[in-house]
């Protein structure tokens, strides 16, 4: 047991290439005691398919990009919007902790307050968001992981894996903050700011009558200070967990396991990138809450207002929602990559070229 652990702890996401060589064995002659060969390693490059599938497309075409974008769509759509009791309070307990005092307290409130319809508040910018959010956040992903990959070469590729996922997540949750922040502002005057307005229709014109576009558009920045580093480690996480269950947990390699057995390795490399998630972007979260209730107020004011210990109100709450949340995208997405055939490469291993730089080819 401790073996394992020791191992796990050495295969961590953030190895430099070097260490990460060596504790593959294969940073060199040295790597294997002398008369000892090491056991031959099949090579894949991060494009490669699983064993001889029959794919609806290519990896990489413009029909994987588009798919991939539905699967986003799908898989973050539905969840965000099925928790949204949830996380109307956890918004609630940021911006008011006096009276939302815990999360048990919190639904207590809302439920007494506002009746069981009431904790359905801001369902509807919540499906719309984040739906646009997920389809530019896995659509744009896969697509910069392609350019990421193809400017650095396939070698290069495989040494700085966590990189490139770290850049191209980064990339495109960019692009998808633009798309959800509208839709993000009115959700959250919805659900912190009771009597403003109870559904999407009433609440944008409201908005920008008093604000204009700024409105919509002046949590973006935050949202970017929240929603990128979070998708830098759900997606970073995920990649390297996955790949560390398949070297050191999961009995047999990933080409004899059955979709289910894949998909629930998914779902638990899920939950784990989920929680880191959670708590790297959670002060960011605090002050977007804030600050789409407030008028007028700027992101260093909440802040600065808010404090070290107020930032971190309703971090339970947070690392509940959004490693449920994490975990059920993942396998929602996976699920919708097996059910329409698109290719979805194995864990990496070290390509060919650069095992013979290294002398570990015969």
């Not at 652990?5 to 294969?26: E, S, T, Y």
């Not at 929240?226 to 269950?245: D, G, H, S």
Request: aromatic share 12%; with cysteine; hydrophobic share 40%.
């Amino acid at each position: 047991m401790y073996s394992s652990v020791a191992h796990l702890a050495r295969a961590n996401p953030f190895n430099a290439p070097h260490l990460q060589l060596v504790h593959d064995g294969l940073a060199g002659p040295r790597s294997c005691p002398a008369g000892i060969t090491a056991p031959p390693r099949r090579s894949r490059n991060l494009a490669a398919a699983a064993v001889e599938e029959q794919y609806s497309c290519d990896y990489g075409s413009g029909r994987f990009f588009i798919l991939c974008g539905l699967g986003g769509i799908i898989s973050c759509g539905t969840t965000h919007t099925a928790l949204v009791p949830l996380d109307l309070v956890k918004c609630r307990m940021q911006v008011d902790p006096q009276k939302y005092k815990g999360i048990f307290n919190g639904f207590s409130v809302t439920l007494k307050e506002d009746g069981f319809r009431g904790l359905a508040k801001g369902w509807a910018p919540t499906f719309i968001g984040y739906s646009m959010q997920g389809l530019c956040k896995f659509g744009f992903y896969e697509v910069f992981k392609v350019l990421y990959s193809n400017m650095l070469g396939e070698e290069n590729t495989y040494l700085w894996r966590t990189s490139l996922y770290l850049a191209a997540s980064a990339s495109a949750e960019f692009f998808a903050d633009i798309a959800l922040a509208p839709m993000e502002a009115a959700k959250v005057r919805i659900q912190t700011q009771p009597g403003y307005a109870n559904t999407l229709r009433d609440v944008v014109p409201k908005m920008y009558k008093e604000e204009g576009l700024n409105a919509f558009y002046k949590g973006v920045a935050p949202l970017w200070m929240r929603q990128i580093p979070y998708t830098m480690m759900k997606f970073a996480c995920f990649e390297r967990t996955v790949e560390a269950l398949y070297k050191f947990v999961v009995p047999k390699p990933r080409s004899e396991c059955t979709k289910a057995e894949q998909l629930v390795v998914t779902f638990v490399a899920g939950y784990i990138a989920g929680v880191f998630c959670a708590i790297v972007s959670h002060p960011a979260d605090s002050v977007v809450s804030v600050l789409n209730k407030e008028k007028g107020s700027t992101a260093s004011q909440v802040l600065q207002r808010l404090g070290f210990k107020g930032v971190w109100k309703g971090l339970f709450a947070r690392i509940i929602m959004i490693g449920t949340l994490t975990a059920l995208q993942w396998f929602i997405y996976d699920s919708v990559k097996v059910y329409f055939r698109l290719p979805r490469p194995p864990p990496p291993e070290m390509p060919e070229s650069l095992k013979k730089k290294l002398g570990l080819t015969q």
